[in-house]
């Protein structure tokens, strides 16, 4: 992955709240592809619809940007930057500016497979860096610059445990169904080798037969089928 990588953004929604103070949920679902090379064009300009692409920040890139040329961005993770700049995007130009209104922000960074690794590490590392100013500044652990988003993430030890595990799971729990939640479980399995599998399954039992038990099966019943 390089320093194209992209998060794909749903359009937040304003609500409002008892107290009458505007709230703004910004859902973000962190796939970080790199997605701003597939914008359809004519045949024959592919040249051309790859380098206009190429001009387009993202938010997260354009976070970089922002840290490396605003200090007090960089004391923020990226999750926590939405509630002291806002996203503008002014004749083509897109980027963070200091928010000025007053705003309750709820970001949701989406979780990512288990089985895409480098992106989930990716996702791992924008929750537990602050202020990083590149891919490759994110992926620079004390002074050196891990080939992979994985191996950052293990340099950092947010790997080390069964605990990021216990948290990809309770992430999902949000808004997953209980079949892909159960399908993540099986991935983490196959692919990151918990440490105690077993209590991994039996913490988040409640989430993973929910939908059993919602069909009228009894709690044990319901646990052999999941």
Known sequence: ?????????????????DEDEPKFVWDEKSTFLDTRYSDFFQPGNEEQAVANAA???????????????????????????????????????NYWKRRVQNLKIIVRLYTVGVRQIERFCLRLLLINVKGPTSFENLRT???????????????LNLLEDDSVWERTMDDAAAFEIPERLRQLFVDICLFCNPTDALYLFERSLPQLREDFIRN???????????
């Open 1 to 17: 992955m390089n320093d194209n990588g992209n998060i794909e953004t749903k359009k937040g929604t304003h609500q409002q709240l």
């Open 55 to 93: 001009l387009k920040e993202t938010t997260l890139t354009a976070f970089f940007i922002l840290n490396r040329d605003n200090e007090e961005a960089r004391q923020y993770f990226y999750r926590e930057i939405f509630n002291h700049f806002a996203f503008v995007k002014v004749c083509g130009r």
């Open 141 to 155: 652990v004390n002074g050196v610059v891990s080939p992979t988003f994985k191996a950052a993430a293990a340099a």
């Open 216 to 226: 009228g099966h009894d709690a044990e019943k319901a646990k052999n089928l999941t």
